[in-house]
């Protein structure tokens, strides 16, 4: 009986006394210690009553524990969801009742907001605590420590990850076992990872680049992780020289940066640095050339599609690109229609490949959209390829922002912002920032009769909003640019407001 994806990262495993993770404190866990802990969760999972295809909420804080349930999952046939642990009850009440999660597990800090949430969705709730406490983990720990793994084919939907969709709903990307391990099989050779390599892991895992990227990859080469719970520049630089290779989002870098501590000494054993989530700027990529001497490897990827492009591991990485198609991945650049566009001209990105999800949760009709019927995905991305196949992404058709490599889509914000009293309307936009890539500014045009009081908006959104998708600026204006139809110009709003988060 086999189980595509449990089998190729986990199975192999079991009884290995080589190093899998490495923590803070200096205390170590071996791939057969993480893979038994797996299997007593699986069972943990199957005695709260789920079976195969049921889908598990999980908001929790990053640990070996949090992997250890999500492999427990896939091992069990069990469908997963992480959600980030900044979302606010209001943000999860919406994915647990769209997924029809029958559990949430949850750390014990956000038990009793998230009790009601449970219960208006008709799941169980279970705690587990990042120090291995909670009721999940003591009936863990009470389980046998052996679990047969439930078939599953490749196609069988291993993940739900939630993305922001063009009406400010989130849309469930399916994720299949084998979009999952195609992607991860081919980085893996692509950026030349071995048993001998130790990748520094600060980021999260509730994210494709920290848990379908970072740690699956580091899965099937068998190496070891660094695995810090948060991104801190102090303890990145205390854990840089026993690494091998780092994954960050470009904030990573930038304030790497701004450490004097960071030298081409310090990295002299780093082999690999990886930036995605969200564009690099071309200053940083010099500037962490000529302080470290390497040269940091871009890539691209989406939530429905994990990477896509890679920079090369040996060869030309130029800054502003994000490289070639990865094997196996077919990429065009296409008008509306999906015809493919000369080479050097800017359209759609479209991508097609074993790493491209099977469709939206729920969601034919938003499938049907952006899925072609060649299997070609429509990221909503523009970009352009040259002549020599490197692809460089020029913007976004959609209105999407991209803050510290996570999404926000403006609808969000801007319904709730037009709820509150003293707005008549906004506009949400993403401006460059040197820190996050991306920064959230609003733009607000008062009510007639009054202004808002800002420090009540800013409350207001932060009592429903996660941390990052708050804005960083918000600024009042007596109306928004409008063109002919009547539609604001949120281009207009972009170039006047580009330089308001300048160096």
Not at 187 to 194: G, N, S, Y
Not at 356 to 364: A, E, H, R, T
Request: proline share 6%; charged share 20%; net charge neutral.
């Amino acid at each position: 009986m086999a189980n595509h994806l449990f089998d190729a990262l986990f199975a192999r495993h079991t009884g290995s006394d080589a190093v899998f993770l490495r923590l803070p404190d200096g205390h170590v866990q071996s791939y057969g210690a993480f893979v038994t802990s797996a299997q007593r969760f699986a069972n943990a999972l199957c005695a709260h009553g789920l079976k195969p295809g049921d889908r598990m909420a999980l908001q929790l804080e990053k640990s070996p524990e949090m992997l250890a349930l999500i492999a427990g999952a896939i091992a069990a046939g069990i469908v997963f969801l992480p959600l980030n642990s900044a979302y606010t009850p209001t943000e999860i009440a919406y994915f647990v009742q769209d997924s029809g999660a029958k559990l949430l597990v949850c750390d014990g800090r956000f038990a009793e907001p998230l009790t009601p949430v449970a219960a208006a969705s008709g799941a169980v709730l279970s705690v587990l605590n990042a120090d291995g406490s909670g009721d999940l983990a003591d009936l863990a720990r009470r389980m046998d420590r052996a679990f047969s793994p439930v078939e599953r084919a490749p196609g069988d939907l291993a993940g739900l990850l939630y993305t922001s969709g063009t009406t400010g709903r989130s849309k469930g990307a399916m994720l299949s076992h084998d979009n999952l391990l195609s992607n991860a099989r081919v980085l893996t050779d692509c950026w030349h990872f071995t048993e001998r390599d130790v990748l520094l892991h600060a980021l999260p895992i509730f994210h494709t680049h920290g848990l379908f990227v970072a740690t699956n990859v580091a899965l099937l080469a068998g190496c070891s992780m660094i695995f810090l719970p948060r991104f801190e520049v102090g303890e990145v630089i205390r854990q840089l020289p026993g690494a091998t290779a780092m994954m960050g989002v470009p904030t990573f870098y930038t304030r790497l940066l701004d450490e004097p501590r960071l030298t081409a000494d310090l990295v002299r054993g780093v082999r690999l640095f990886v930036s995605g989530s969200a564009p690099l700027l071309g200053e940083t990529h010099e500037r962490w050339r000529a302080r470290t001497g390497h040269t940091i490897l871009e890539r691209y990827g989406l939530t429905e599609t994990g990477m896509n492009t890679s920079n090369p591991y040996d060869g030309d990485r130029r800054a502003g690109t994000v490289g070639r198609p990865l094997p196996g991945v077919e990429l065009k650049i296409c008008d509306a229609q999906g015809r493919a566009l000369p080479r050097g001209e800017i359209g759609a990105v479209e991508v097609r490949g074993p790493n491209v999800f099977s469709g939206y949760w729920n969601m034919p009709e938003k499938t049907r959209e952006e899925l072609r019927a060649n299997g070609f995905f429509v990221t909503g991305d523009l970009g352009r390829m040259d002549d020599t196949g490197y692809v460089t992404i020029v913007g976004r058709s959609k209105d999407l922002i991209i803050s510290g490599g996570f999404n926000i889509y403006p609808k969000e914000v801007e319904l709730l912002l037009d709820a509150l009293p003293g707005v008549l309307e906004s506009a949400v936009i993403g401006v460059p920032h040197p820190d996050f890539g991306e920064a959230v500014v609003a733009v607000i045009v008062p009510a007639s009769d009054r202004a808002p009081d800002l420090d009540a908006v800013v409350d207001e959104l932060g009592r429903n909003l996660a941390r990052f998708k708050l804005p960083k600026h918000i600024e009042l204006r007596d109306e928004l640019p409008r063109n002919a139809m009547g539609k604001v110009q949120k281009n207009v709003l972009r170039d006047a407001l580009r330089g308001r988060f300048r160096a």
